[in-house]
């Protein structure tokens, strides 16, 4: 008893050290030392990690040298040694007793260590090999027992979960960081107001990304369109921009020829090249005459079209080849760098528009000068001109009435011919731009067309007939005979079209392209202005982060096309949820923000994320098929969470994340204790870690009974923590905890164990054969040596496997289906039963109940409670019973407390029943002296 509470002991401790240091040479040593206390006989122990050729070498090992050498010169290789092969194909641990009479262990090592036996184990976890472990002596063999063969197992799962948890936090600190870092870019990006400041800043965090800094960019040719050109290089690069360009004009490459520059340009694909001498696609004289060994190109790519592409190239050693992560991310800022050039070339291509178009207008206004002066004595000429002009042209006398104007002018203004607009005042065009009181005379009406004669804004109004206004561009010139002024030239020309161009431009530059939704940046302005509101008027908001649950199924299932069709829906429906003045935005991905500005208090922010979680409970329709997806929903308060952008953000997302773990399909509202656990928590599980050792954990019984023979046929064991100094602890206080921090894989052990040794002891004292229920979690399903475990219990306690019966929820036979059958058959091969716990509560199916080897289905107590008042439940309740009935099934009524649902149970057949009804749970010394009578092995139930 004292070696298992030792080995208890030491699983503990591994345990904790596994979920509290991610050190992992530190807790794969502990482990080393814990295989090597307890199989004494073992005089070598070694932890063996993989290597990218496929190889095994040593990591960490007892002792650190052997025959000269340390442990990390050990190599293993499964091509040579046939029993590292085999262990990796099986995942299956093989002990060889006697190294002479078996040739699949490697010669040269047995020979070597003088090595008699030896037993060699799989570090596996989740289908994924993360190891080897070698035990063997040097000349003397280890002789094995089968308790140490399954201690050493059980150290070794230890070691897989360590070393999974190691790569899952450097996974998680690596996607932040990489998170943080795009976040970064596209902040610095969307700042830049050059494009060769864009490039710079891009150039940086690629080269931060690739650690290259050897990186230059192709721009599209904005007079030649159809082709590129060398346009800027990394300031970080082996060669200078200067000769770099030098030696482009020299090489001359031509991008609708070049076969790597054309597959870029036509995928709209990043494509990596490690080896360019083994790749016919780049340039070969290019790629000698810069000295590029290998290359990854990147398309800028913007509202479907390639501005340019970005090259990375290896000048030093063929064969480097980027992690898929760093590509990745590196494709993600070159995307947020697409988006910056976009946007800045469309406000270059603006400026120089409207540059050319009023250099246009300028030079035609002189043109149309010379052309007026000729029209006094050349009617017939002026006419031809006027009414061949595009633009429109009206004439003003010094009073300010219209003297003439060209057929385009007048239709532009709504008139049916220029002889109805004829002696019109021009008051009746420059509405918005004339302050009538004071334009009353001919002086006044002459210093507004002074003042007006240089404007060439595009951003006044001209009024037609109707009254409707419309954008001009326009130029006032003066008519002069001599140095004397006789009127005045207006040329103008509609820019509605461009306007309306302007408007689409500056409107996609704010919102989300796919789903219609303002982005990011858009986002981001809005929430600054709510906050500054806020914070004046001491008001409080809410921002809301949302998240897709299984979005990643969705993509992997129909096709990225149909997860934007998705996004499309779910934009549609959270638009509708929206009260007024609430905005939502895309981030990205299947990522939704929301601001609530001005709310009165979070009630505000739960009844909307109610409405929104409500909103999901319809189907979406996806290729034919109906979809239901669920979204998580993180809340974060300002001022209480935050009061600045990024840290209500990241705290709404942090919540997400916590709303998430609850299962999913909820809102989480952000709290400190998310990033920081209570002192109590942190208390509540050290002690948890110690309460094997102390001995603190009870088993209580509950009877199950009989109720048409009034007898006791099995007992449910459940367990109990009799806390030292805080008393009895509810399970469902420390339960949840021991399955989150593994404790709940020894603790399940060990009441395995004893409630089985508990029933035998009762067997033996003369009590009968009845049988014990024991509850499982999905954590002690899924181990590996889970049915070891249970075969070396029962050969240790010698209790029948009859007895013995295991009550599985119906969650957990759902989550992995093949695992779980696997698993059953091999229970039901030792003699063991299976109980389907809580039935109705989880994802009933008659599917499992048909293609299970299931013996018993024990109905969940919220059917059986008021079933005389609810005829709904009664219903559910018959039916439930009827079905385990026609499936050849035992049915057992869970939570029964009155005589009438007994009755009722027993009037549609179901005699088997527990509940506070006929005993809580109760101690060993109380539960024997309530229901254990000796008298000729019956067991008596009273009323």
């Not at 040298?65 to 190599?75: A, P, Q, S």
């Not at 991310?329 to 120089?352: C, G, M, W």
């Not at 052990?749 to 009845?770: I, R, S, Y």
Request: glycine share 6%; with cysteine.
């Amino acid at each position: 008893m004292r070696e298992e509470q030792t080995r208890y002991s030491r699983l503990a401790n591994l345990t904790k050290l596994i979920n509290t240091k991610f050190d992992l040479r530190q807790v794969l040593e502990h482990v080393v030392i814990a295989i090597s206390e307890e199989i004494v006989q073992c005089d070598s122990v070694g932890i063996y990690l993989p290597q990218e050729d496929g190889t095994f070498r040593g990591y960490v090992g007892k002792p650190e040298v052997i025959n000269g050498m340390t442990l990390d010169m050990h190599i293993v290789d499964p091509k040579v040694d046939r029993l590292a092969k085999e262990v990796i194909e099986t995942k299956k641990a093989i002990y060889i007793p006697d190294t002479s009479v078996d040739n699949r262990p490697d010669k040269r090592a047995v020979e070597s260590f003088k090595i008699k036996s030896l037993f060699a184990l799989p570090i596996f976890y989740e289908e994924e090999l993360y190891g080897l472990v070698y035990l063997f002596d040097y000349g003397i063999s280890m002789n094995l027992s089968k308790s140490e063969i399954q201690s050493a197992e059980a150290y070794v799962n230890m070691a897989a979960v360590a070393i999974r948890n190691t790569k899952e936090f450097e996974r998680k600190e690596a996607l932040i960081q990489e998170k943080q870092l795009l976040l970064n870019a596209t902040r610095d990006l969307s700042l830049c107001s050059t494009m060769q400041e864009a490039l710079d800043r891009a150039f940086s965090y690629i080269a931060k990304v690739l650690h290259n800094g050897n990186i230059g960019v192709h721009l599209l040719d904005p007079v030649a369109e159809s082709n590129f050109s060398p346009a800027k290089l990394s300031k970080e690069s082996d060669w200078t921009e200067e000769d770099w360009k030098k030696t482009h004009s020299k090489v001359r490459v031509n991008h609708q020829e070049d076969l790597l520059f054309k597959e870029v340009i036509r995928t709209k694909e990043a494509i990596l090249v490690p080896d360019v001498s083994v790749d016919p696609r780049p340039s070969q004289d290019a790629c000698r005459r810069f000295g590029i060994k290998g290359l990854f190109m990147l398309p800028l790519v913007a509202m479907g079209e390639v501005l340019g592409i970005i090259a990375v190239v290896n000048l030093e050693k063929a064969g480097h080849v980027y992690t898929r992560a760093e590509m990745q991310l590196a494709e993600s800022i070159v995307n947020a760098t697409a988006s910056t050039l976009s946007n800045l070339l469309r406000l270059e291509k603006q400026d120089l528009i409207i540059r050319e178009r009023t250099l246009a207008l300028t030079e035609k206004n002189k043109e149309l000068e010379e052309a007026v002066h000729e029209l006094k004595k050349l009617s017939k000429e002026k006419e031809l001109i006027l009414n061949s002009a595009g633009d429109g042209i009206f004439g003003l006398c010094l009073e300010g009435n219209i003297t003439f104007s060209n057929p385009a002018g007048a239709a532009m203004l709504g008139y049916e011919n220029k002889e109805e607009l004829i002696g019109k005042s021009y008051k009746s065009i420059f509405k918005n731009n004339v302050d009538l009181e004071n334009v009353m005379n001919k002086q006044s009406f002459a210093l507004f067309m002074e003042k007006s004669k240089h404007k060439h804004e595009a951003d006044e109004q001209f009024f037609r007939k109707n009254g409707t206004s419309f954008p001009v561009e326009y130029v006032i010139s003066l008519i002069k005979d001599g140095e004397d002024t006789t009127g005045y030239v207006v040329t103008f020309r509609d820019i509605t079209l461009r306007k309306q161009l302007e408007e689409k431009i500056k409107y996609h530059a704010y919102h989300d392209s796919l789903t219609d939704l303002p982005n990011r940046l858009l986002f981001h302005n809005r929430l600054e202005h709510a906050l500054s509101y806020a914070h004046f008027h001491n008001k409080k908001l809410a921002v809301m982060f949302l998240d897709l649950d299984r979005f990643k199924q969705i993509n992997d299932t129909f096709g990225h096309s149909y997860g934007d069709r998705l996004l499309r829906q779910v934009a549609d429906r959270l638009k509708q949820c929206m009260p007024k003045g609430v905005t939502v935005s895309r981030q990205g991905g299947d990522e939704f923000t929301i601001i609530m500005p001005d709310i009165h208090s979070s009630q505000d922010a739960v009844n909307l994320a109610l409405k929104i979680l409500h909103s999901f409970d319809e189907p979406f329709l996806l290729k034919q098929n109906e979809v239901f997806v669920k979204t998580s929903i993180g809340i974060s308060m300002y001022p209480h969470d935050g009061s600045s952008v990024d840290s209500l953000v990241k705290n709404a997302d942090t919540a997400m994340y916590k709303a998430k773990e609850l299962a999913g399909n909820n809102y989480c509202f952000y709290t400190r204790e998310m990033n920081n656990r209570t002192i109590e928590n942190v208390q509540l599980e050290n002690d948890l870690y110690k309460a094997l050792e102390r001995e603190e954990f009870e088993i209580y019984f509950q009877p199950q009974v009989d109720y048409k023979e009034m007898k006791l046929f099995g007992v449910e064991a459940l367990l109990r923590w009799n806390h030292r100094k805080k008393g009895m602890i509810s399970p469902e206080e420390f339960i949840p905890l021991a399955e989150e921090t593994g404790l709940i894989i020894p603790i399940g052990e060990w009441m395995l164990k004893n409630a089985c040794k508990q029933v035998k002891n009762w067997h033996d004292d003369g009590f009968g054969e009845f049988k014990v229920a024991v509850n499982l979690s999905a954590l002690q399903f899924e181990q590996r040596n889970f049915v070891k475990v249970v075969q070396s219990i029962l050969d240790e306690t010698k209790l029948p496997p009859r007895l013995l019966g295991f009550e599985l929820t119906e969650n957990l036979i759902i989550k992995n289906k093949s695992l779980t059958y696997t698993t059953i058959q091999q229970l039901i091969a030792l003699g063991i039963t299976i109980s389907i716990d809580d039935f109705g509560k989880g994802y009933s199916s008659l599917g499992y109940l048909k293609n299970f080897p299931i013996d018993t289905l024990k109905i969940d107590k919220s059917f059986i409670r008021d079933v005389e008042e609810d005829t709904d439940s009664s219903a559910i309740l018959a039916t439930i019973i009827h079905l385990g009935q026609n499936l050849k099934l035992n049915v057992i009524g869970e939570g029964v407390e009155t005589m009438e649902e007994a009755n009722f149970l027993l009037s549609k057949g179901c005699h088997y029943m527990q509940g506070y009804l006929f005993s809580p749970p109760l101690s060993i010394e109380e539960f024997e002296k309530s229901f254990l009578q000796k008298d000729k092995g019956l067991f008596k139930i009273t009323k």
